[in-house]
């Protein structure tokens, strides 16, 4: 067919070229109908240039570096290759990019658009630079961009998502015409900013809210840990609110996972299915990570294997292990992770971290030295987590000397986490002179942690040492330190009940302690039986 177009007079040639390229499905396809555009001498001309840019860097199929080496080759580039560019990178991993494509087309006296700046915002609002996000808002003030919906947009979210939410709400509050999109981008902020209470007022002050804002307005709750109220708030959503998109359902089994309600992440599940979502590699991720932390590791394996079949990466190849080995599963987290590598999936840093976990629980310290220096051979820097979960593998096996050793040696100073590991190391294995050592760097790290002071309250307890253990309660009284009490959830009939510890508040308390009581009475019982059997043995 190439053939024929190309034996064709020149007028007909190049119809037929702009057709094939708006017809390419995939960039392999593109670079041969490229190559021959380059072998017969017309790439360059600019009704093909745009085309091939704009494939390039913003199709399904898009490889943005490969567009960047045709923005190279071409003489004198116009606003609208800047802008392509910009766009593509804007949407990138490398969003560095499109600020130096700027820098650049400002150099060149390239005069940014309306169509420049959105995009150049989008990059800073990735980046979390406020500082140039500053200056960039000023060259929109000088060029007289400042009223364009737009851009006003892409500033507030670029704002919010730097955490000033203060300029981003004097850029909202200053609008004269606001659109659902200025709503949503200052919602968005709060809830980034775990603002949930000014999140709030805004979310209830919309006379039109879309999916976008429901979701926003639940992603804001998970993110501040108000997991209960986005369950609540998704309730809503489904009686008065549009259908919830797979965007929404990420957020929400987040949700689900953190509380382990998992009837309610089942039902978030049928939701999915029966409202026939995309199946995004993102939602089935989030699918498998309710499944292991709410304890289904089968359903969670399900749901995995199902998605093997279609295109995959690191992220849910690491909630798979980490579920796994958070359940004591070690050796089938470890042959994932063979699988893995069978099928050339590239571990990331969250992959290492759930492997050290695993050999935590298997107690395989030699395994875990393997991984560990692993990361290293892999172009990867070993960050405090890391650190942290390679001092847990020594000191739940034991290797107490091994992990004070480790902890020395360490480029960076400990964290809460390392010595609440060798804390918790040195209790179960009776090392109590390294404990107390251990507990008074905790409490010097974090004075107003309650659990600092208990943890080492019980070392001088189990030392014999009463009248320190009760120096540490009386110190954290003077300090006004306040002990937080612990709490279990249990969930039934997918609702969700909260307990402490002699706690009457729920409205069926009395019935619940009447079976406690008939438990403990059982389990008494029981024990006094097999005492009597084992006398008349």
């Known amino acids: 067919m190439l053939n024929a177009a190309v034996s064709s007079n020149p007028a007909t040639v190049t119809q037929k070229f702009v057709t094939f390229l708006e017809k390419c499905k995939s960039i392999s396809e593109f670079k041969k109908l490229h190559a021959l555009l380059i072998t017969i001498g017309i790439s360059k001309e600019t009704q093909f240039n745009s085309r091939i840019l704009n494939f390039t860097a913003l199709s399904d199929s898009s490889n943005i570096g490969y567009a960047h080496n045709i923005f190279l080759q071409t003489e004198n580039p116009t606003i609208f290759d800047y802008n392509t560019l910009i766009r593509g990178y804007s949407n990138s991993k490398n969003p560095c990019k499109s600020l130096s494509l700027f820098v650049e087309m400002l150099q060149n006296e390239v005069v940014p658009d309306h169509f420049t700046y959105p995009f150049v915002v989008k990059s800073l609002a990735k980046l979390s630079d406020v500082r140039i996000g500053r200056s960039v808002h000023c060259c929109i003030l000088k060029t007289g961009f400042d009223d364009d919906l737009y851009i006003s947009n892409s500033l507030i979210h670029m704002y919010g998502s730097c955490g000033d939410v203060l300029c981003a709400r004097k850029m909202f509050d200053e609008m004269p015409v606001k659109n659902l999109v200025s709503w949503n981008s200052m919602l968005d902020g709060y809830g980034k900013c775990g603002d949930v209470v000014s999140m709030r007022e805004v979310f209830d002050s919309m006379m039109e809210r879309d999916v976008v804002s429901w979701s ?35 957020s929400v089994l987040g949700a689900c996972a953190h509380l382990g309600a998992l009837e309610q992440g089942r039902a978030m599940h049928r939701y999915v299915v029966e409202n026939r979502l995309p199946m995004t590699l993102v939602l089935r991720t989030s699918l498998v990570d309710m499944y292991a932390k709410c304890g289904e590791v089968e359903e969670a394996l399900v749901v995995f294997l199902e998605g093997l079949g279609r295109k995959t990466d690191v992220l849910i190849w690491n909630s798979m292990i980490g579920g796994l080995a958070t359940h004591g599963l070690v050796t089938e987290s470890l042959e994932l992770y063979k699988e893995m590598q069978v099928l050339k999936v590239r571990p990331d840093e969250i992959t290492y971290l759930c492997l050290l976990c695993a050999c935590a629980h298997g107690g395989l310290v030699k395994e875990a030295w393997r991984f560990f220096d692993a990361l290293g051979k892999d172009g990867m820097t070993a960050k405090c987590e890391h650190y942290a979960c390679m001092m847990d593998v020594l000191a739940r096996a034991g290797r107490l000397t091994e992990a004070y050793q480790f902890l020395c040696k360490m480029p960076m100073e400990p964290t809460a986490s390392m010595l609440g590991a060798l804390l918790n190391g040195c209790i179960n294995h009776g090392k109590l002179d390294l404990a107390e050592k251990v507990g008074k760097k905790l409490i010097e790290l974090e004075p107003l942690h309650d659990g600092r002071y208990v943890g080492l309250s019980n070392v001088y307890a189990l030392k014999k040492r009463w009248d320190e253990a009760k120096a540490m309660r009386e110190a954290m009284d003077t300090r006004g330190v306040k002990k937080i009490p612990g709490f279990s959830v249990v969930e039934i009939y997918g609702s969700l009940h909260r307990f402490i510890a002699h706690d009457k508040a729920h409205p069926e308390s009395d019935q619940i302690y009447m079976i406690l009581e008939f438990v403990l009475w059982q389990m008494k019982l029981d024990k006094d039986c097999e005492e009597q059997e084992q006398l008349f043995m």
């Open 216 to 250: 926003s307005l639940i992603d804001g709750y998970v993110k501040d840990g108000e997991y209960a109220e986005a369950l609540a708030v998704f309730e809503k959503m489904r009686v008065e609110g549009p259908k919830a998109n797979e965007v929404t359902m990420v």
